[in-house]
T-cell receptor
């Protein structure tokens, strides 16, 4: 079965650079979620989209933005990167009406 | 706000031992409750869920019962295997939460020794 696809799997950036993470949800899933997991930490919810509209907002910094496109894939844009942004970034998707989030394998971002 | 508290790890057990990982929550209303498992270097996999009081979620020999009176969702398994070694996260989502994100506990690292 198809799963949530995230790219790239690994990304290395320097301070003050920008990064774009991509997420391709499971086919026919219309809701996408982004989470950040720091080393040894629990995942923290950042933002979600339903039918291409922002739905819920968590602890997403102002330097980050995201959107969901017409094909339901989503991108997380991160600017002015800081050392503390180094983390595993997960995308999850869910179909309408089903209270389950399916997670991708994550993108590991390292900021040097 | 919502919060999830789970027992600190690491939890080290011998193979075939009985497992309990405690999880309690604070939330408004009646949230849905989940256990996710994360193997090294991998993403989060849904292990089981429960959406209302007294529901029991079960999967792969793991069980958890939604206890509203004690606001708990403890994870249990009767006989653990080495392959169960992973980090386990308890999580909740508010009732009628639409596209609300999950609130996770800090995770419990489980180590099973042969």
């Amino acid at each position: 079965a198809a799963g949530v696809i995230q790219s790239p799997r690994h990304l290395i950036k320097e301070k003050r650079e920008t990064a774009t993470l991509k997420c391709y949800p499971i086919p026919r899933h219309d809701t996408v979620y982004w989470y950040q997991q720091g080393p040894g930490q629990d995942p923290q919810f950042l933002i979600s989209f339903y039918e291409k509209m922002q739905s819920d907002k968590g602890s997403i910094p102002d330097r980050f933005s995201a959107q969901q496109f017409s094909d339901y894939h989503s991108e997380l844009n991160m600017s002015s990167l800081e050392l503390g942004d180094s983390a595993l970034y997960f995308c999850a998707s869910s179909p309408e009406g089903l209270n389950i989030q399916y997670f991708g394998a994550g993108t590991r971002l390292s900021v040097l | 706000g919502n919060s999830v508290t789970q027992m600190e790890g690491p939890v080290t057990l011998s193979e075939e031992a009985f497992l309990t990982i405690n999880c309690t929550y604070t939330a408004t209303g009646y949230p849905s409750l989940f256990w996710y498992v994360q193997y090294p270097g991998e993403g989060l996999q849904l292990l089981l869920k429960a959406t209302k009081a007294d529901d029991k979620g079960s999967n792969k020999g793991f069980e958890a019962t939604y206890r509203k009176e004690t606001t708990s969702f403890h994870l249990e398994k009767g006989s653990v295997q080495v392959s169960d070694s992973a980090v386990y996260f308890c999580a909740l989502r508010e009732a009628g939460g639409g596209a609300d994100g999950l609130t996770f506990g800090k995770g419990t690292h489980l180590i099973i020794q042969p």
